[in-house]
Structures are given as structure tokens and as C-alpha cells.
């Protein structure tokens, strides 16, 4: 998957460990072949294989939401990486 553009950055606790949430747009273009019955919803983990920018490779992300429409011509995910 291909993350567009990073937005926002949040410091949190999880637990005794603090960690930064920040929300990233993964674009995907539509035509893209997934496995069959695979649905991208909130929860779901996302791992960023290769991305314009490399040092977004690798990453793992997971799924706050996202927009499907009749006229898009790529997915609009929005995810958090949680490191």
C-alpha cells in the first residue's frame, strides 16, 4: 500500500509505555487485486510493502476508517501507525 500524506502526530500512554499515535492517508489504486472476501475496516492491520517515500516501508498500520464510492479511482484509507 502506498501512504500519501502524513497528518497529525499524538502522544498517548498504552498501558506503562508511551507511544506517538500518527494518522496516515494510505491510497490505494483501485484496480488493486486483494484476496478473495478481504474487506479493509477499522481494526484491521496493514503492512506498507513499498511507499515513494522509504522510509514508510515496513510499517505496520492499523485501520481507523475508510472511504469507498462509486467514482473513486483509489481507495482512501486512514490508519495509525502506533509506534
Given amino acids: 500500500m502506498k501512504p500519501v ?14 507511544i506517538v499515535l ?3 492517508e494510505v491510497a490505494l489504486p483501485w484496480a488493486t487485486a486483494l484476496p478473495a472476501d478481504t474487506r479493509v475496516l ?3 492491520r496493514v503492512e506498507v510493502l513499498t ?4 522510509r514508510m516501508a515496513g510499517l ?8 469507498f464510492s462509486a467514482q473513486a479511482t483509489a481507495w482512501r484509507i486512514t490508519a495509525e501507525d502506533r509506534s
Fill in 22 to 24: 500518527r494518522e496516515v
Fill in 5 to 18: 500524506s502524513q497528518s497529525t502526530g499524538e502522544e498517548t500512554q498504552a498501558g506503562e509505555r508511551e
Fill in 51 to 54: 511507499s515513494e517515500d522509504p
Fill in 60 to 67: 505496520v498500520l492499523w485501520v481507523t476508517s475508510s472511504q
Fill in 42 to 44: 477499522p481494526g484491521a
